[in-house]
């Protein structure tokens, strides 16, 4: 679900998985060869937000990141080179057509629960 009227992070898009923990979109973000993103990442034929919230999470990363379909990239920050538009965050996931998985060379940020 997108967020287009965010006043902070945390009052944005917020519910409950199918798992039972929180998960929260932040928004969608740009991304680049030197990665917003900068921790660990994994590619998946099953990739969702789900799947990689639940990837990072439990590596401990603060946020997740589902891009370009099948990508999923975890850090502890995601500001580095700004929001993009939401619109961009276009791409369908393969573990499930219905959700976005963000775009090419742009992330659809998610928080994972882990407080820092």
């Not at 900068?38 to 990363?61: A, Q, V």
């Not at 393969?94 to 994972?112: I, K, N």
Request: with cysteine; charged share 15%; net charge negative.
């Amino acid at each position: 679900m997108p967020c287009f009227a965010c006043l902070s992070v945390y009052q944005c898009c917020t519910h409950v998985n199918s798992w039972g923990w929180t998960e929260l979109y932040i928004g969608c973000y740009d991304d680049y060869r030197v990665r917003n993103l900068d921790g660990e990442y994994t590619t998946s034929n099953l990739n969702t937000p789900y799947f990689c919230i639940e990837h990072c999470r439990k590596r401990g990363y603060v946020y997740a990141g589902p891009q370009a379909s099948s990508y999923c990239f975890c850090g502890n920050s995601y500001e580095k080179y700004g929001s993009a538009p939401e619109a961009e965050c276009y791409t369908q996931c393969p573990g499930d057509r219905s959700l976005m998985c963000g775009g090419v060379w742009r992330l659809s940020v998610y928080a994972t629960g882990i407080i820092v």
